[in-house]
């Protein structure tokens, strides 16, 4: 990346812990979500956040949109600090980050016309007076392809690729620099997948927006991102431009993740993951992919690596990240 | 295993499915045809991916298959010819004994196909005493065997565990325990591993290839991510609009697809494109859309189309050996 601007986001330190209580009676357990997390996104970029099921990446959007308290670390936007927002900067936040939900169908009000769905955000934020909103809303629905004609339609009338759509608009109603895309894409059909990945894009071109996108289809990380970072356990543990991650990735859960996808060219032997059924080893000793990695050595029972710089700009958090895929 | 090795045409194929149509009752002159006269074969030991997007079919050939369609949906034609035994014409209990039995199914949904309230081990039991005459001891211990075939660790403590114990990547592999318990000789896969995580996924589509050499299986695939069906399908048939629109061997497929859609489909991947670009879309369709007697169903997508499209539908026809597509441009070529 070239000259860093300012950020909007900044992510320092951040640590999320859900207590679990099993029973009144038996000590509450401990679970750590989300653990030392560090994160930048900068106008106009799409930061891409990839892991499996359970790796924190939902807990780290809903974290970011003020919607979970953090157990510890900051998130700044604009340089002050999200939880001493007050007054007309917090509705400044609420208006500058917005976010798309995975499944169109539970995140539209199935009751609401997809106009006044449209409409709410303008509504709730006062942005433009009544009678001006219906026209507001047309421009909207125009600008993610559907035709304003279909304002009083309710959301049952809709298909899967339309309703991704309206949530968009309604995303954008309010004019956002930031949007969370939270697996926008995973309830869709492929070629549909490739309209709304090709919204997003010239959305992104036209207004300038910046995205972090959460999926664990590699396919589209790869495809919308300028930078990625891979969730493993709640820690990030690469994180670098997106070519490189794809093209020269240097953490071995990275690897496992990449030999994991199905090509369209067939490959020989893949590694394949150890056991799934392995606890995962407590965090704080050690790193915590060992239990599955391929080359775990001694020092990675008692040493956790720190994500740090390994070549310019691509940090990973592995001892051996040198000696496994070079300087 | 190298897949493409077996696919010489066997004498004749395990499963053969000839014609079939599945209705529901649409208006009261035309019902909706949910599968329209669909035609493929599967042969021993060879693995077959049905693709096409949501609502072309895929899930309803597969219930047609093992007769679970439920009401109002409907067979309206066709054969389902199974070891040479049509299936549709079976008395019900025969088919009882072929389900799970020589014919088995794993669902999408590991999360929703178990029982909660039963053992995972119990249930896996349950399926071998229906179809083996064997003692209960025998078959849990059956049980136990197969939990541990399919890779779940300390198989005798899991046998008590309950669905909800288990993670969803643990869950499909007792789902695949269970299909596999009598030793089928078809497979039937609905999306298997849609709801897990890639890692996962390649595991368990690992283990069911492993499987399926060992016991001799065929398979029938059936998925919408086109790297799945690269990887693992010796043939690949293309759904739209519950007609099969192209099939051929799976490389070739995927080499030379004839079809608008197929070629749409895969151009619309991001593999196939530079990241951040524009990717290549089918347009949504619109326009006048061909009903369900005349014309081409893709034509409203269609960016070939052209009057004799609309007119009338194009005849599923072998463009090259094996190769089979059904579009009126490979004809006027």
């Not at chain 1, 309703?163 to 620099?177: C, E, K």
């Not at chain 1, 915590?288 to 070549?311: A, D, G, N, V």
């Not at chain 2, 136990?144 to 869950?171: E, F, W």
């Not at chain 2, 890692?199 to 991510?225: F, G, V, Y």
Request: a neutral charge; one cysteine or more; proline letters at 7%.
């Amino acid at each position: 990346m070239t000259a860093p601007a300012q950020p909007i986001i900044e992510i320092r330190g951040l640590r999320k812990q859900f207590t679990h209580k099993p029973s009144p009676f038996l000590p509450g357990q401990t679970v750590t979500a989300v653990d030392r997390v560090d994160l930048v996104i900068t106008p106009g970029e799409t930061v891409g956040l990839a892991g499996e099921s359970g790796c924190g990446k939902s807990t780290l959007a809903r974290m970011v949109m003020g919607l979970t308290t953090p157990t510890a670390g900051e998130i700044l936007f604009r340089g002050k600090q999200l939880d001493a927002l007050r007054g007309d900067d917090l509705t400044e936040f609420r208006k500058s980050v917005q976010m798309i939900f995975q499944d169109p169908f539970s995140s539209l009000n199935p009751r609401m016309r997809v106009g006044e769905i449209i409409a709410e955000p303008l509504r709730i934020h006062r942005l433009v007076p009544r009678e001006d909103a219906r026209e507001t809303v047309h421009g909207l629905m125009e600008r993610v392809g559907i035709s304003p004609d279909l304002y009083d339609r309710y959301p049952h009338e809709f298909s899967g690729g339309q309703r991704q759509r309206i949530g968009i608009a309604r995303a954008l109603a309010v004019s956002p620099q930031v949007v969370i895309a939270d697996e926008p894409l995973s309830a869709l059909d492929i070629s549909i997948q490739a309209q709304i990945m090709n919204l997003l894009l010239e959305l992104q071109k036209s207004l300038g927006l910046a995205y972090l996108l959460i999926s664990h289809d590699l396919a589209v990380i790869r495809h919308l991102s300028d930078r990625v970072a891979i969730m493993y356990l709640g820690n990030i543990v690469e994180e670098s431009e997106s070519e490189k991650i794809f093209t020269n990735c240097r953490h071995p859960y990275t690897e496992a993740l990449l030999s994991a996808i199905p090509g369209l060219v067939r490959t020989g032997s893949r590694q394949t993951r150890r056991d799934s059924d392995n606890a995962a080893p407590a965090a704080g000793i050690g790193c915590r992919f060992r239990t599955r990695c391929p080359y775990s050595k001694e020092l990675c029972h008692t040493t956790e690596p720190p994500l740090e710089e390994k070549t310019p700009g691509h940090k990973a958090a592995c001892h051996f990240s040198h000696d496994l895929y070079g300087r | 295993m190298t897949p493409h090795a077996s696919t010489s045409i066997p004498a004749r194929p395990l499963l053969d499915i000839k014609d079939l149509s599945v209705h529901y009752p649409g208006t009261a002159d035309r019902p909706f045809k949910a599968v329209d006269s669909l035609s493929f074969s599967i042969g021993t030991g060879e693995t077959v991916a049905l693709v096409g997007e949501s609502g072309c079919g895929k899930s309803t050939t597969a219930l047609a298959i093992m007769r679970l369609l439920r009401k109002p949906a409907a067979i309206s034609g066709g054969e389902i010819l199974f070891d040479g035994q049509d299936l549709l014409t079976l008395p019900e209990g025969e088919m009882q004994l072929l389900r799970g039995g020589a014919v088995s199914m794993i669902f999408q949904e590991p999360m929703t196909s178990l029982n909660p309230v039963l053992k995972i081990g119990f249930q896996i039991a349950e399926g071998i005493l229906r179809h083996k005459t064997i003692s209960k001891t025998a078959a849990t211990q059956e049980a136990v065997r197969l939990l541990t075939q399919v890779g779940i660790p300390l198989a005798n403590d899991r046998y008590h565990a309950y669905p909800h114990q288990l993670s969803g990547g643990m869950k499909q592999r007792v789902m695949i325990a269970m299909a596999l318990a009598c030793r089928p000789m078809l497979l039937i896969a609905d999306e298997p591993t849609t709801a897990l995580d890639v890692t996962i996924q390649a595991e368990i589509l690992e283990l069911i290839d492993r499987l399926k050499s060992e016991l001799e299986m065929s398979l029938l695939l059936i998925t919408h991510n086109l790297g799945i069906v690269a990887e693992r399908a010796d043939r690949t048939v293309v759904m739209y609009g519950g007609r099969a629109v192209e099939s051929a061997r799976t490389d070739r497929l995927l080499e030379a697809p004839l079809h608008p859609y197929t070629r749409g489909l895969l151009a619309s991947l991001p593999q196939n494109s530079t990241p951040r670009s524009l990717l290549p879309t089918m347009s949504a369709g619109g326009g006048e859309s061909v009903s369900g007697e005349l014309g081409c169903l893709f034509s409203a997508r269609c960016p070939y189309r052209e009057s004799d499209c609309i007119a009338a539908s194009p005849e599923f026809v072998e463009a090259e050996p094996g190769h089979y597509v059904a579009c009126w441009r490979t004809k006027r070529q």
